[in-house]
């Protein structure tokens, strides 16, 4: 599941809650954020093309006076959009913040995460299959050397995404706790001296 962007709205005002764009998602453009944020909802749940790019999905869920607005891929099925969003309001309601930024992008990652690492097993799949071919077929080892080494170098830098991707929601989760307790504690220091 790819979940490119994500806003939560209240239903009586209209007012921005939360948003976040994930990291996996390509550029979009402010024509497509503001034509999910002009988008009608009338219904409990709707799932419309973009009109100004049909590779973009608009779900728009309106659940216990909220808004969830959600671009995804076109490949993604509904239940798992839906799903997404109930958990999405699950996990919200559970935290006293007033701003829903930080929880909506822990949560869209949670579900790119495991499109991430499907697509990692199909990929290695594919490519298991790919040298058995290559064995039976009697090429030479140099060919099979070279798709190992380009399977070792792609499987660091997935890695190393994952590594930077773990880090950011560790930094984005305490990093301005950590600040404010390094402050405090020059704050002490100065005090006592």
Do not use: W
Request: charged letters at 25%; aromatic letters at 10%.
């Amino acid at each position: 599941m790819t979940i490119f962007y994500t806003i939560l709205r209240d239903s009586t005002t209209n007012k921005i809650l939360g948003s976040s764009l994930s990291p996996q998602s390509p550029q979009l453009t402010k024509s497509i954020l503001k034509e999910l944020k002009d988008f009608p909802s009338t219904k409990n749940i709707t799932k419309t093309e973009s009109r100004i790019d049909n590779t973009y999905f608009f779900v728009i869920c309106v659940y216990k006076n909220i808004i969830f607005s959600v671009i995804v891929d076109r490949y993604e099925e509904d239940s798992n959009v839906t799903k997404y969003i109930y958990d999405l309001y699950a996990y919200v309601s559970k935290s006293s913040s007033v701003l829903y930024d930080d929880l909506i992008r822990e949560k869209s990652d949670e579900y790119n995460k495991d499109k991430t690492l499907r697509i990692v097993d199909e990929t290695k799949n594919i490519l298991a299959d790919s040298l058995n071919l290559v064995v039976h077929r009697g090429e030479n080892v140099d060919n099979l050397s070279r798709l190992v080494n380009k399977l070792n170098i792609e499987t660091k830098q997935m890695h190393t995404s994952i590594k930077n991707m773990k880090f950011n929601t560790f930094i984005s989760k305490y990093g301005f706790k950590v600040g404010v307790a390094i402050i405090l504690l020059i704050l002490l220091y100065y005090i006592m001296h």
